[in-house]
């Protein structure tokens, strides 16, 4: 497995594109540097009133696909 830690901060507002279906992918610059790419829907579980904040980490597959995604 891989994985790669990310510190995002969305907002609120930003977030309501995801609910509204016209915000699918999260592009994002890991801590080590690389861009990376995942489902918006991942991030559910970390929503707050105030949107997501924090850093996660973030494992992918051998195929580079989405496995989970953990708070630091």
Known sequence: MTFV???LVIEKEEL???Y?????IVSARAIDGRRI???AQALRA???DSGVNGRFRIEFDQAF???SIQAL
């Open 20 to 24: 509204r279906g016209s915000a699918r």
């Open 16 to 18: 309501l594109r995801l």
């Open 5 to 7: 830690d990310v510190d």
């Open 37 to 39: 790419q995942f489902p």
């Open 46 to 48: 970390f929503v707050t």
């Open 65 to 67: 696909k989405l496995v």
